[in-house]
């Protein structure tokens, strides 16, 4: 009797644990001006295409200002056989990677300029694949899933008119035998509404489609 009440209680207490929440986000790097973003898709990455721009394009602006080096400019994300639209700009040279079945990208890291731009852009796959993209100095950064098993879902962040000024990632599961994978799903559990009086924070993913989607700012 003793060992059922034991084991009775060992079980209500494991069912009395919180539920591990499937969804993670890594908070945005960067100056984090601009105009926001936030990728969007059904189904798995399958594709990523990363455009980085050399500085000679902007000798001027950055020696008497910065003294920068190449800086993203711009990317898109392929979701099935979907391509997401260009966040930022198509720079001076193109990076792409195509993911294999089964695939998927499980760190984002890179280095960042506090004063403008995400110069140097790293993705890496469950397989061991890299896909890198700028010049690596600068501050570093590295983003990875909180729970196993999870997956990048979405990439945000803000962009100018030359480049990418901030960005963060949103890690969550696939189901890649089911239907309805949408990055919607991942985007409403990776981020907290947050108001102050009668008004809510700016947001750095901006409009997801159909949807006003505010963070907890750090």
Not at 48 to 65: F, G, I, Q, S
């Amino acid at each position: 009797m003793f060992l059922i009440l034991v084991v009775t209680m060992f079980l209500a207490g494991c069912l009395a644990l919180p539920i591990k929440d499937p969804y993670s986000y890594s908070s945005a790097v960067g100056q984090g001006l601009g105009t926001p973003f936030a990728s969007y898709g059904e189904g798995r990455i399958t594709g990523v295409r990363v455009w980085e721009t050399n500085n000679n394009y902007y000798y001027y602006y950055y020696y008497y200002n910065y003294n920068s080096n190449n800086y993203i400019s711009g990317f898109q994300l392929r979701y099935g056989n979907t391509w997401s639209p260009v966040f930022g700009r198509e720079g001076s040279v193109k990076q792409v990677m195509e993911l294999f079945n089964d695939e998927a990208i499980v760190e984002v890291s890179g280095k960042y300029n506090p004063a403008d731009y995400i110069c140097y852009l790293v993705l890496t796959t469950n397989m061991g694949r890299t896909l890198s993209t700028g010049l690596p100095n600068q501050i570093s950064f590295n983003f990875y899933p909180t729970n196993m098993g999870n997956e990048l879902r979405i990439l945000s962040g803000r962009f100018n008119g030359a480049g990418i000024t901030s960005i963060g990632a949103h890690w969550g599961l696939v189901d890649t035998e089911g239907a309805g994978n949408s990055t919607l799903q991942t985007a409403l559990e990776t981020v907290t509404p947050i108001f102050r009086g009668k008004k809510s924070m700016s947001c750095s993913l901006g409009w997801y489609p159909g949807y006003r989607l505010s963070l907890i700012l750090d």
